[in-house]
Structures are given as C-alpha cells and as structure tokens.
C-alpha cells in the first residue's frame, strides 16, 4: 500500500504559476510510474501528465504541454507538477497517480490515488 499526500494547490490569477507536490509514504515510490491527473466540475477525470518508473520521457496531455513540467524526486519519495501560464480551464481538482506503467490511470489492484488539491484559476 502507498499513501499519497497532495499539496500545493490555490487560488491563482490567469497567467500565474503554481507547483503541486505528491508524498508517497513509501520508498518502493520509485518502483512506479507516477503520473498528474484532474477533474473539472461535471467532467470526467482526464490524464495531465506522466514518468516512467525511470527515465525522464515525459508524456503530457496536449492542452498543458508547453506550459506544464513534471518531475520526480525519488530520493525524497515526492511527485511535482510546475504548472506555468495557467489558464481558467485549469480549473479542476488534481490528482497524483502511482502505478505500474500499465495501470496507471486505472482503479486496478496496486494503482493508489492521492486525495486530489484544488486548483482555481480565476480574476
């Protein structure tokens, strides 16, 4: 079992900037893929970013990439996502996912979810 903490969401003018962290509670953290999720009121939940369990072959959604990088410390046992230009269709709850490459995304067994953060976007 991994338990994941997101922080790092807030309130932010259009054009801000935010960093969102993931804690994993384990070190076998670096063992999975991990990877930034979100949720807007009334949508589905839709894929925003992800790593490989190695490696730093980023893969993003297109409407964030150029604007959005995420990285990994695995020393630390910790996901970020450095959100820049930020548009008021960011607006959405976001997620961290940690998984084996092939569940990631999922609700499979061994794919754990973090409880979401808030992020508004808004004049």
């Known amino acids: 079992q991994v338990q994941l903490v997101e922080s790092g969401g807030g309130l932010v003018q259009p054009g801000g900037s935010l960093r969102l962290s993931c804690a994993a509670s384990r070190n076998s953290f670096r063992l999975y893929a991990a990877g930034w999720y979100r949720q807007a009121p009334g949508m589905e939940r839709e894929f925003v970013a992800s790593l490989p369990e190695e490696g730093d072959a980023a893969d993003y959604a297109p409407s964030v990439k150029g604007r959005f990088t995420i990285s990994r410390d695995n020393a630390e046992n910790t996901l970020y996502l450095q959100m820049d230009s930020l548009k008021p269709e960011d607006t959405a709850v976001y997620y961290c996912?940690?998984?084996?490459?092939?569940?990631?995304?999922?609700?499979?067994?061994?794919?754990?979810w973090g409880q979401g953060t808030q992020v508004t976007v808004a004049s």
């Open positions: 996912n940690v998984a084996p490459a092939l569940r990631l995304g999922t609700r499979l067994e061994y794919s754990y």
